[in-house]
């Protein structure tokens, strides 16, 4: 089995890519994990974008993303806006500042000029190789797999074209098929 050198390499991309977003993150008066906490906001959908699932995601306490957020709110990276339907849940929204930090800093340039580098079939490989391990991480530890919308179980093409949550019984539009859910559950 070569599961100490898939290990070690994985460990070493760890590394330097935490280094590269803290490099990224520093020039903003931001930590590396404020910067996952805001990206992680830009790719999640309405279901997500809560306290909870910051911390869900990340795997941080409850007292670092609540600290995180604060800063991030700050600095006007987002905003809080209380839902519509439940006062109690307070969803994040990246502010169009936050976005354009984003696109500044995530992925880190020296990562994005690496994977030009490589051609697209070795892209598309590296892409299903680290879906099936991340997969196989998830359901060994039990975790949630915060997968993209289209490939939950719960996602339904109706006959006009559109989709719903099997789930929440509510509509999905086109761009909320292609975000992450805390709700997400593979195809048995
Ligand atoms: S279909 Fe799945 S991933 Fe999409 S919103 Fe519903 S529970 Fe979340």
Redesign the pocket.
């Known amino acids: 089995m070569k599961t100490k050198l898939i290990y070690d390499y994985i460990e070493r991309l760890s590394n330097l890519m935490r280094n590269e977003t803290r490099r990224e993150g520093a020039e903003y008066g931001l930590q590396p994990v404020q910067l996952e906490a805001l990206h992680y906001l830009s790719i999640c ?1 309405r ?2 974008d809560t306290p909870m699932g910051v911390t869900e995601y990340l795997g941080q306490t409850k007292g670092t993303v609540s600290q995180s957020l604060k800063v991030l709110e700050k600095k006007g990276f987002l905003t809080k806006h209380t839902d519509n339907h439940d006062k109690r849940i307070t969803h994040l929204k990246v502010s169009s500042t936050g976005k354009k930090l984003l696109k500044k800093t995530i992925p880190t340039p020296i990562f994005s000029q690496a994977c030009e580098h490589l051609n697209e079939p070795t892209q598309t490989q590296t892409i299903s190789v680290l879906k099936d391990l991340l997969q196989a991480i998830q359901c060994a530890n039990g975790m949630k797999s915060f ?10 093409k109706n006959k006009d074209g559109s ?6 019984k ?1 509509s ?1 539009s086109q761009n ?2 292609l ?7 593979n195809v048995l």
């Open positions: 959908n279901y997500s997968g993209v919308c289209g490939t939950c179980r719960y996602n339904q989709f719903s949550c099997g789930l929440t509510e999905l909320d098929v975000l992450i859910c805390r709700e997400h559950e």
